[in-house]
């Protein structure tokens, strides 16, 4: 129901923008996120937006950096990533509420999943 997409490698200060396509499912009514994880560590918040996409969040290290949309019409969010780090090196996760729950930091609070996308930055 939801497949991530736009990972690749890039310099450090580069950009990538990742795009999540969700289907199956009404897209609009509730949240949805990006997390991340490397190897061996836990999946991480990185942003979330309301299901009007009237309310943003982020991790303190891509504030400033990364910006979280969504396009109704399209069924599709985007993480727009600029500035680009060797940390943020990761497998970066979509993720889409199935009730509102007024929470959007934790894993638990997603009832979907996308496969994830490789993102490599170089240094």
């Known amino acids: 129901q939801l497949q991530a997409s736009g990972g690749g490698l890039v310099q450090a200060g580069g950009s990538l923008r990742l795009s999540c396509a969700a289907s199956?499912?009404?897209?609009?009514?509730?949240?949805m996120g990006w997390f991340r994880q490397t190897p061996g560590g836990e999946r991480d918040f990185v942003a979330a937006i309301s299901w009007r996409g009237s309310s943003t969040f982020y991790a303190d290290s891509v504030k400033g950096r990364f910006t979280i949309s969504r396009d109704v019409a399209k069924n599709t969010m985007y993480l727009q990533m600029n500035s680009l780090k060797p940390e943020d090196t990761a497998v970066y996760y979509c993720?889409?509420?199935?009730?509102?729950?007024?929470?959007?930091?934790?894993?638990?609070?997603?009832?979907?999943w996308g496969q994830g996308t490789q993102v490599t930055v170089s240094s």
């Open positions: 199956g499912r009404t897209f609009s009514s509730y949240g």
């Open positions: 993720a889409l509420q199935g009730q509102y729950r007024g929470r959007h930091f934790y894993t638990g609070d997603y009832d979907y």
